[in-house]
């Protein structure tokens, strides 16, 4: 019998403390007996999805530490159990800089969590307010001593430019904040409006109240600016990392590689099939303590849809696609395969080709879903 294929396991975690005004994740507002019998489902779905070898745990959510910690510890106990991780591997929890926070951060630590995502977003007080959060700066402050003095040296913190009323000012400030609290790691996602968000009536009513393209782009060449001068490298489009500290987890995902979803909503990319569980909780609760297949979506990439998502994939990463390796992976010549979009993306300054590598230039990472997208095309 072959041995199970390596890959990246994910465990979503869908419940948050409260609903944010943007946001399009499958989340659901905290409540005991709903959280309780999720639990019991994601259990039963660990024990009997397709075995992989894990590489490394990623608890998604939602805002897995609304969970207790010793809940997440049982997880990272069962995920063991079923798909062998290794005792070193990079093992991330995203959390919310909500007040338990800063209790809860020994105990994940012990509990084997050896990354902590923090999700900020803004260190400017009425931003967040803006954002319907509800932490201070001072809950992230804490939370961040709090995982120093428990022996997390790997810690990152997410940000969002283009918040409604945010300044080239104000955002300096929270990336400043970022690097002055010493996160190894700094992700930024410029705000994206999506449709049935209270967010997308905001915008319907007031397209105005939101930052335009101009000043995201200029946002974003902040943060270009101010996190490599604080010694970070961009190592994709939306990340940053001090040497050593790229996300382990998330490279599968750009590498193309597989891995293993689990839970609500959760998406999966195995020996070339991608799937995606369904979004609603009580059918994938049903079904995972029925011991049934989870409702869901699933198709083969195949031919030019599986070349092309592997290309715009590679595209997001400062290292871009290496042709002679995507060759041999994929049996195919992307300068030939791709010759005009090629030339029209290197003509328009937006892609290099003159290595061995097609990467993004500086002025393409600003339009990089464009470049990316005009591969599927
Ligand atoms: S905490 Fe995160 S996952 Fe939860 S509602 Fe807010 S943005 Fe969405």
Redesign the pocket.
């Known amino acids: 019998m072959s041995s199970p294929p390596e890959a990246g396991v994910y465990v979503h975690l ?7 005004p ?4 499958a ?1 659901w ?1 905290w409540d005991d007996a709903r959280a309780a019998r999720y639990l019991g489902a994601l259990r039963a779905q660990i024990a009997s999805a397709p075995l992989v070898r894990a590489r490394t745990l990623f608890f998604g ?3 897995p530490s609304m969970y207790s910690p010793e809940t997440i510890g049982a997880l990272i106990g069962d995920v063991r159990a079923r798909f062998g991780l290794p005792a070193d591997a990079e093992m991330t929890a ?1 959390a ?1 800089p909500d007040p338990l926070l800063a209790a809860r951060i020994p105990s994940l630590r012990k509990a084997g969590v050896n990354r902590l995502s923090i ?1 900020v ?1 803004s260190f400017d007080p009425r931003e967040s307010r803006v ?3 509800r932490h201070t700066p001072r809950d992230v402050e804490s939370a961040i001593r709090s995982a120093r003095g428990s022996g997390f040296d790997n810690v990152s913190v997410d940000l969002i430019f283009g918040v409604p009323g945010q300044t080239e000012e104000s955002w300096a400030s929270s990336l400043d904040t970022a690097v002055a609290l010493g996160a190894e790691h700094v992700s930024c996602y410029g705000l994206t409006i999506e449709e049935g968000t209270p967010y997308a009536a905001w915008f319907a009513r007031d397209p105005g109240a939101f930052a335009d393209d101009t000043l995201e782009a200029r946002l974003y060449g902040l943060a270009m600016e101010k996190l490599r001068a604080a010694g970070f490298e961009q190592y994709e489009i939306s990340n940053w990392a001090k040497p050593g500290f790229r996300s382990r987890h998330n490279a599968i995902y750009w590498a193309n590689e597989d891995y293993l979803g689990l839970g609500v909503g959760a998406a999966s990319y195995l020996g070339g099939v991608r799937s995606t569980h369904t979004r609603d909780l009580d059918a994938y609760c049903g079904a995972a303590l029925g011991g049934r297949p989870i409702p869901g979506e699933s198709e083969r990439l195949e031919g030019a849809a599986r070349t092309g998502e592997a290309i715009m994939l590679a595209l997001r990463t400062a290292e871009g696609v290496d042709l002679a390796r995507f060759r041999e992976r994929y049996g195919i010549d992307v300068q030939e395969r791709y010759r005009g979009v090629v030339g029209e993306l290197v003509a328009a300054g937006v892609l290099d080709a003159s290595s061995a590598r097609l990467r993004l230039t500086e002025r393409g990472r600003f339009v990089a879903n464009d470049v990316c997208g005009a591969f599927l095309a």
Do not use: H, I, M, S
């Open positions: 869908p419940f948050c403390p409260y609903v944010c943007y946001c399009d994740f989340k507002a959510g939602g805002t995203e919310n999700g977003q954002l319907g959060r």
